[in-house]
């Protein structure tokens, strides 16, 4: 019979990994979702992977990246003196003959390092491959959560500046778009299937880099009274509502940018010709 004063029924093998500590709910059960959670985060570790394995092929292969007048945005600007001739291209042999690496790497660090650094990709590879957490109310496996405070998730912190060169890099691409409205001969006034695709595809890198966050930041921050700063005002309301499709932006660019590369490789290795309109 029960007194009231014996001591609470404690789990003889209590789980403390991850939320499940002394201090959370006591439920058995993993979670008591019963929808198909894991197809999201499942989704995102596939496209993201795709991504990676294709980029570090194309990175790697040093071959097909100029099909004149189109240059891949993975090799753009070519700063290796070891890069593909390309004329009237962003071609700035910055790095001498000792660079025997494919010059992609050389450009591919400042994209991928705003990227990965992003809020939204944080977010992305976080539940899709550190299953932390791996969606809304599931318990991540990890025994605890420091957050972005130590190494190396702290790096996350270097984004502001990561974006800073996103906006070069997307002024060198649209450069190679005005450069994209000439034949193979180098005259302009011309415009083919690559044009469309270069255009798309800078249309939705530059969204997506004034889409960011700290984009947003720049432009708004730090202002007390919006009624004293009205073109800052309206600067940072155009930014926040690209700011609200963040993440439909981080995707478009991400498979366009894949898309404009994939294109130039196709022409570059003769498997189609560029049909050009006019």
Same mark, same amino acid.
């Given at each position: 019979? *029960?007194?009231? #004063?014996?001591?609470?029924?404690?789990?003889?093998?209590? &789980?403390?990994?991850?939320?499940?500590?002394?201090?959370?709910?006591?439920?058995?059960?993993?979670?008591? &979702?019963?929808?198909? /959670?894991?197809? %999201?985060?499942? +989704?995102? *570790?596939?496209?993201?992977? *795709? !991504?990676?394995?294709?980029?570090?092929?194309r990175a790697l292969s040093n071959a097909d990246y100029y099909a004149a007048? $189109?240059?891949?945005?993975?090799?753009?600007?070519?700063? *290796?003196?070891?890069?593909?001739?390309?004329?009237?291209?962003?071609?700035?042999?910055?790095?001498?003959? /000792?660079?025997?690496?494919?010059?992609?790497?050389?450009?591919?660090?400042?994209?991928?390092?705003?990227?990965?650094?992003?809020?939204?990709?944080?977010?992305?590879?976080?539940?899709? !491959?550190?299953?932390?957490?791996?969606?809304? %109310?599931?318990?991540?496996?990890?025994?605890? $959560? #420091?957050?972005? #405070?130590?190494?190396?998730?702290?790096?996350?912190?270097?984004? &502001? $500046?990561?974006?800073?060169?996103?906006?070069?890099? %997307?002024?060198?691409? #649209?450069?190679?778009?005005?450069?994209?409205?000439?034949?193979?001969?180098? +005259?302009?006034?011309?415009?083919?299937?690559?044009t469309v695709v270069f255009l798309v595809n800078i249309a939705l890198i530059? %969204?997506?880099?004034?889409?960011?966050?700290?984009?947003?930041h720049i432009v708004g921050g730090k202002l007390k009274h919006f009624s004293?700063?009205? @073109?800052?005002?309206?600067?940072?309301?155009?930014?926040?509502?690209?700011?609200? &499709?963040?993440?439909?932006?981080?995707?478009?660019?991400? @498979?366009?940018?894949?898309?404009?590369?994939?294109? @130039?490789?196709? @022409?570059?290795?003769?498997?189609?010709?560029?049909?050009?309109? !006019?």
């Open positions: 019979m *029960a007194t009231g #004063t014996e001591p609470p029924a404690t789990d003889p093998q209590p &789980r403390r990994t991850g939320v499940r500590t002394g201090t959370r709910a006591a439920i058995a059960a993993p979670h008591l &979702r019963t929808d198909r /959670w894991w197809l %999201a985060p499942a +989704a995102t *570790a596939a496209g993201l992977l *795709a !991504f990676v394995v294709y980029s570090t092929w007048p $189109y240059v891949s945005p993975f090799y753009s600007p070519c700063l *290796a003196e070891n890069c593909e001739p390309m004329r009237g291209g962003p071609n700035w042999e910055l790095f001498g003959s /000792w660079w025997g690496l494919s010059p992609a790497i050389l450009i591919l660090v400042f994209p991928l390092g705003f990227r990965l650094t992003c809020y939204y990709y944080r977010k992305a590879y976080y539940r899709g !491959f550190w299953a932390s957490p791996p969606a809304c %109310a599931v318990a991540e496996p990890h025994r605890k $959560y #420091t957050g972005e #405070t130590r190494f190396p998730l702290v790096l996350q912190n270097v984004h &502001r $500046y990561f974006f800073y060169a996103a906006l070069l890099v %997307a002024l060198v691409l #649209t450069y190679d778009t005005v450069l994209a409205f000439r034949d193979e001969h180098y +005259a302009w006034g011309h415009m083919g299937l690559g530059w %969204a997506y880099t004034v889409s960011c966050h700290s984009c947003r004293r700063h009205p @073109v800052r005002y309206r600067m940072w309301q155009w930014v926040g509502r690209l700011n609200a &499709r963040h993440m439909q932006l981080a995707w478009a660019s991400l @498979v366009s940018v894949a898309v404009a590369d994939l294109y @130039v490789y196709l @022409v570059a290795s003769g498997a189609f010709d560029d049909p050009r309109f !006019f």
